[in-house]
């Protein structure tokens, strides 16, 4: 009880130690950043998860209805939902593995020395840093049936006879036609982080392994990719969040791709009923927490 009370006195007379006054400097430093996550995510995030229990009614004057487990209810029996499901995890997938390909691919070509190189890799970024909606509605011009490029040189030059195909606006080719968009101006991000990771390899490495007799093939297999695995782990975590919550680039493109996030915006503001759509917000983040927790678990362990 004494000690106690001398270190209460202590404490209230200013006497702090150097390790305990380190320690408060650091609560506050810190302190702005944790009320400001507090603001712009935490009290988002527990309201939406209060929302998706209650029914919201359009009136703002209205107070939300408490109905518990019936939007989770009515997702599990929606053919909508798990076709919207399937939907953004192909769309994930694909265009996660094709971008980190392509980037893998482009960043071992243009890691070597040629003349115009830094020109190249400078063009290589326009993709990533070109404004979205710009390059959405050029892909809807190229792929236009009536007046694409596209149509054209596959139709009319090349007479595969598939020029009047309207991509964009058919259910069962527009969800590869945003694959493609999405890999085709995302792989710059994952070239840049490869080609970083691949210029920190030392040059001797591969000497050694060419005095030893290993090819292309066998230096690629157990140098560059071995010390690649967590930069391309890192990327295609990255980009697999993205993708997930991804709305701007597959609504601008076309109206035919019906992933979870345009799934939640079309519940919530087309059909108003704002405690679904809460419902379908909850379920995207509880699926992206768990493959997170899954994929950190196993790339660690790798």
Do not use: C
């Not at 009880?1 to 609560?27: F, P, V």
């Not at 209805?65 to 798990?82: C, E, I, K, N, P």
């Not at 769309?91 to 593995?97: A, G, I, K």
């Not at 691919?105 to 840093?129: I, K």
């Amino acid at each position: 009880m004494a000690t106690n009370t001398r270190t209460r006195a202590g404490l209230l007379s200013g006497d702090y130690t150097i390790e305990q006054k380190e320690a408060i400097l650091g609560y506050l430093l810190v302190a702005p950043a944790i009320l400001l996550v507090g603001a712009v995510i935490l009290y988002p995030v527990a309201y939406n998860v209060y929302l998706s229990f209650t029914r919201v009614p359009i009136s703002p004057a209205e107070s939300p209805t408490w109905v518990g487990f019936q939007h989770y209810r009515t997702l599990l029996s929606s053919d909508a939902f798990w076709r919207a499901l399937t939907n953004t995890i192909v769309f994930t997938f694909f265009s996660d593995v094709f971008a980190t390909a392509g980037g893998l691919g482009v960043a071992l070509l243009f890691n070597r020395a040629f003349r115009g190189r830094r020109l190249v890799r400078g063009l290589m970024l326009l993709p990533y840093v070109a404004p979205l909606i710009a390059v959405a509605y050029i892909w809807q011009w190229l792929l236009d049936p009536l007046y694409g490029l596209v149509p054209y040189v596959l139709g009319d030059v090349l007479g595969l006879g598939i020029g009047q195909l309207d991509v964009l606006n058919d259910a069962g080719t527009a969800l590869w036609a945003v694959i493609a968009f999405d890999a085709w101006r995302y792989f710059p991000f994952a070239f840049l982080m490869i080609i970083a990771r691949l210029q920190a390899i030392p040059a001797d490495m591969y000497e050694a392994a060419k005095i030893d007799g290993a090819g292309r093939v066998a230096r690629f297999k157990d140098i560059t990719l071995p010390e690649l695995k967590y930069v391309l782990g890192t990327v295609f975590l990255l980009r697999w969040i993205w993708n997930f919550n991804k709305f701007a680039d597959i609504w601008l493109l076309t109206r035919e791709v019906q992933t979870l996030p345009i799934y939640a915006y079309q519940t919530a503001f087309a059909n108003y009923n704002q405690g679904q759509a809460a419902a379908i917000a909850m379920v995207l983040f509880l699926a992206l927490m768990g493959f997170v927790l899954l994929y950190v678990t196993w790339i660690l362990e790798w």
